[in-house]
């Protein structure tokens, strides 16, 4: 008997399997994330198949260290710059390696999110704010104060 794939193979009775789309009831493993794949080939080094996941922690770290060296907004600005090129990374690339955590949108959305947050906080950040929402300064004056 030839065995092509463990979903062809025959069950304990010698019965072929049915071959089904379903989800099995009881999951044995975890399945690798959409494009979660090496993103260079395989006979290439470590560093050079995790390169989109070393790029971002390479990019957030320089951002903290340029952070803990006082230019807080400078810093903040390179680790939200990290996270949006994290989740350009992960829309545009088909294989990302570690870079791909949970699913293609999940990943996105939460890389695109977070790092936006981030930047805009960055341009906000007092004194002399880079970025001034009129908006925000009446919002804050109302929920503050009764006037």
Do not use: C
Request: aromatic residues 8%; glycine residues 10%.
């Amino acid at each position: 008997m030839t065995v092509r794939d463990p979903i062809s193979a025959p069950d304990a009775e010698g019965r072929p399997r049915r071959v089904t789309r379903r989800f099995p009831l009881f999951t044995k493993d975890t399945a690798r994330p959409e494009g979660g794949g090496r993103a260079a080939s395989e006979d290439a080094p470590a560093p050079a198949r995790q390169w989109p996941v070393l790029a971002v922690l390479g990019l957030a770290g320089l951002g903290l260290l340029v952070t803990a060296f006082g230019l807080f907004r400078l810093g903040t600005l390179l680790i939200g710059v990290a996270l949006l090129g994290g989740g350009a990374m992960r829309w545009l690339l088909p294989d990302v390696g570690m870079l791909a955590v949970r699913s293609r949108f999940t990943d996105i959305v939460t890389y695109g999110l977070l790092g936006l947050v981030i930047v805009m906080l960055a341009l906000m950040v007092q004194p002399n704010p880079w970025l001034q929402i009129p908006f925000l300064k009446d919002t804050l004056h109302f929920t503050v104060t009764n006037e």
